[in-house]
């Protein structure tokens, strides 16, 4: 079965920085997708940004972009320029090929200092 | 517009009472998902369906029950509502093909005091 961890449960930074966060997932599979949603303090997750495993560029939206490394079995989410709107739980999730539901990790809660 | 939506948003009930989520979507999707998740915490799968008529049950085991009669609709029932169901509940939709993605609605948060 797939499993997917982020190993930082809590985050804090100051505003304008950058600032990455983890995600490790474990398969066997080689065709699968990724993603990294956000749900902010009491309101609607929403998906921040998504990578296919078959494709070797990382996924890019605006300040957020990822690093992800195949061979590792890591997808880390770097904010840039960082906004106090960006803080939220940010959640990883892993989907293999036709399978029917997401695989999500246990979330990182990200604060944004003023 | 595409959306989807979920009633009520905050719910207050004693125990012992039945209730219904709702949920709802206008995108034409053929999975939806119910999920349960405590204030701040990691998503628990309760609920999904491929399609009108096809249920089945998620990761974590749940009272709950769910029924699938139309593609936009997948309301989630509790027979009999009891204080350790107090908790947030999400509901999900996503297409059948890649990406994947799934949409999720604004959650109901449920209190059974």
């Known amino acids: 079965a797939q499993t997917v961890t982020q190993s930082q449960p809590e985050m804090s930074v100051q505003e304008a920085e950058t600032v990455t966060l983890s995600c490790t997932y474990d398969?066997?599979?080689?065709?699968?997708?990724l993603f990294w949603y956000k749900q902010p303090p009491s309101r609607q997750m929403i998906l921040v940004i998504r990578?296919?495993?078959?494709?070797?560029q990382n996924a890019t939206e605006n300040r957020f972009s990822v690093n992800f490394q195949k061979a590792a079995k890591s997808f880390s989410l770097k904010i840039s320029d960082s906004q106090l709107g960006d803080t939220a739980m940010y959640f990883c999730?892993?989907?293999?090929?036709?399978?029917?539901?997401?695989?999500f990790g246990q979330g990182t809660r990200l604060t944004i200092n003023p | 517009e595409a959306d989807i939506y979920q009633t009520p948003r905050y719910l207050v009930i004693g125990t012992g009472k039945k209730i219904t989520l709702e949920c709802s979507q206008t995108?034409?999707?053929?999975?939806m998902y119910w999920y349960q998740q405590d204030p701040g915490m990691e998503l628990h799968l309760i609920h999904y369906?491929?399609?009108?008529?096809?249920?089945e049950k998620g990761d974590l085991s749940s009272e709950s029950t769910v029924s699938r009669i139309r593609t936009e609709h997948f309301p989630l029932t509790l027979e009999s509502a009891r204080p350790s169901h107090t908790s947030q509940y999400l509901c999900?939709?996503?297409?059948?093909?890649?990406?994947?993605?799934?949409?999720f609605g604004p959650g109901t948060r449920l209190t059974v005091t």
């Open positions: 999900a939709s996503s297409e059948s093909r890649p990406p994947y993605e799934q949409y």
């Open positions: 398969t066997s599979e080689n065709n699968y997708y």
């Open positions: 990578q296919e495993a078959y494709k070797q």
């Open positions: 999730a892993f989907m293999r090929e036709g399978a029917q539901k997401l695989v």
């Open positions: 995108m034409g999707h053929d999975k």
């Open positions: 369906s491929y399609g009108v008529n096809s249920t």
